[in-house]
């Protein structure tokens, strides 16, 4: 069987064509058109710049990545941005008609959690799932493929938008995760010591406004030096990658799981992944850099595993699609 997945939620334009050969997801193409240079110049996305940007790559991206012939079309459905959907959606709906292959509607969030099922088969349930996104901080349990509960996330900013609104703080370009990472790689000491919210609350919720809260303090009205901002990076860094550590390790002992994976653009932190690695009792699968952002990869593996086929009529974007 081959899926061909689609994937415009955000600010990437991504098709790929993944195929099962027995016990393997073997990934044929995965091509992923990105419009954050333009982002960068507003320093932020402007949804209708994303939009349109995607109308023009959509049709690039899939004649590069259609290398075979497909089975049926996996395309996230939300949540996300209602344009940047609508481009990924609608193309969907056109190549089911056209060819006359089915559709699976994809949760952009379960995308990001099967990115793990592209390098590994062998992930034993139950497992526990960190979403890291710009969008999202979620924990989910994965008792088997068809059975997915979500058991905690922020209750208010995501940790990758935590990293982009303290970016902007510290006048670093958009996004501000990988920025921040490159302004702290040479910083040993934890020397602002941020606060760590709720990090020994009893459930397995985040939250992150009161660091970017904290860090406005500390630099407002400040000409910050490059050393200072420097420092500031690996401390926000460390804050961030305490709490996501400390709260995925403490969900998976109490829900007793075998393996944790790790998932979304901010999963590409070296901080993260090496402090879950050392810390983790567990198994620990982590998805190479290339597959935690947004790809079409990961869209087409959820929807093997997870998804089931409909008609291209019942398919509709939603760009509050909610975890059930
Ligand atoms: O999953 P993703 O590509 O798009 C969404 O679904 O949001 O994640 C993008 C987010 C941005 O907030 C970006 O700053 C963050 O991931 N990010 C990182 C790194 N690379 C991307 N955050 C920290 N360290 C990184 N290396
Ligand atoms: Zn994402």
């Not at 689609?6 to 419009?35: F, H, P, Q, R, Y």
């Not at 949540?79 to 994809?106: D, M, N, Q, W």
């Not at 660091?211 to 420092?231: D, M, P």
Request: with cysteine; aromatic share 8%.
């Amino acid at each position: 069987m081959t899926i061909l997945g689609i994937e415009s939620s955000c600010d990437e334009t991504s098709a790929s064509l993944i195929k099962s050969t027995g016990e393997k997801l073997e990934v044929i193409s995965n091509v992923t058109a990105s419009s954050l240079p333009l982002h960068a110049t507003t320093g932020g996305i402007v949804p209708e710049n994303a939009a349109r940007e995607q109308i023009k790559y959509i049709i690039p991206v899939l004649k590069e990545a259609l290398v075979s012939d497909f089975d049926a079309i996996a395309v996230t459905v939300g949540p996300g941005l209602i344009g940047s959907l609508l481009v990924g959606v609608e193309t969907a709906k056109t190549l089911s008609y056209v060819f006359k292959k089915r559709i699976i509607p994809v949760n952009h969030l379960i995308g990001h959690i099967y990115a793990n099922w592209l390098e590994n088969k062998n992930i034993e349930f139950p497992a526990l799932s960190l979403i890291v996104s710009g969008g999202h901080t979620d924990l989910f349990i994965i008792e088997n493929h068809k059975k997915i509960k979500w058991v905690g996330g922020t209750k208010d900013d995501a940790a990758g938008e935590a990293f982009d609104k303290i970016g902007r703080l510290l006048n670093l370009p958009y996004p501000g995760g990988p920025e921040i990472e490159k302004a702290g790689k040479d910083i040993k000491f934890d020397n602002y010591n941020f606060p760590r919210p709720i990090i020994n609350s009893q459930d397995f919720d985040f939250s992150f406004s009161g660091l970017k809260t904290a860090v406005l303090r500390e630099v407002q009205g400040k000409k910050l030096s490059n050393v200072q901002i420097q420092e500031i990076s690996f401390s926000v860094q460390k804050a961030v990658v305490d709490v996501l550590v400390t709260k995925t390790l403490k969900a998976a002992k109490e829900l007793k799981v075998k393996s944790i994976l790790l998932g979304g653009g901010v999963a590409a932190n070296q901080m993260l992944r090496d402090d879950l690695k050392n810390k983790s009792g567990q198994e620990l699968f982590i998805p190479p850099k290339s597959l935690c952002t947004d790809n079409a990869a990961m869209i087409a593996a959820a929807a093997f595993y997870n998804g089931e086929p409909i008609n291209w009529d019942k398919i509709s974007a939603n760009p509050q699609l909610s975890f059930a």
